[in-house]
């Protein structure tokens, strides 16, 4: 679709415009957002600076309000990538699980007498 048509969809729709984000690898869990008109149509214009005749490469269905890609080999977040069917590899400078062992059940608490019977509360309600 072409950029005059796209942007002339989405302000003639009633709501707002949707697209639907697939994060979870090997599902089909998602994300719906949903875009306010206005900065979507200013993105839009910087994204594809050729003017009205830019071809996007996305689809606009004005009846439901969602903005998809019009390509099955489009590479941003969708259920079809297969980037987002394979994890990420860990980053070297990512912590070992064993660096975050935070078990602090026997730090005593220094300045801290208890007292037989009473709690915090009891403290706060006198």
Not at 27 to 35: E, G, H, M, Q, V
Not at 62 to 81: M, V
Request: hydrophobic share 35%; proline share 10%; with cysteine.
């Amino acid at each position: 679709m072409k950029l005059g048509e796209l942007r002339a969809a989405i302000r003639k729709t009633k709501g707002n415009p949707w697209f639907d984000c697939y994060p979870f690898p090997g599902t089909d869990k998602t994300f719906r957002f949903y875009l306010q008109k206005t900065p979507l149509l200013e993105e839009l214009e910087k994204a594809y600076p050729g003017g009205k005749a830019a071809e996007t490469q996305m689809s606009f269905d004005a009846e439901t309000g969602q903005l998809k890609p019009e390509k099955h080999d489009f590479q941003g977040i969708s259920k079809d990538n297969p980037a987002i069917k394979t994890p990420a590899p860990a980053h070297e400078d990512a912590p070992a699980d064993d660096d975050l062992d935070l078990d602090l059940g026997d730090v005593p608490v220094v300045g801290v007498t208890p007292v037989a019977g009473k709690n915090d509360l009891d403290d706060l309600l006198g």
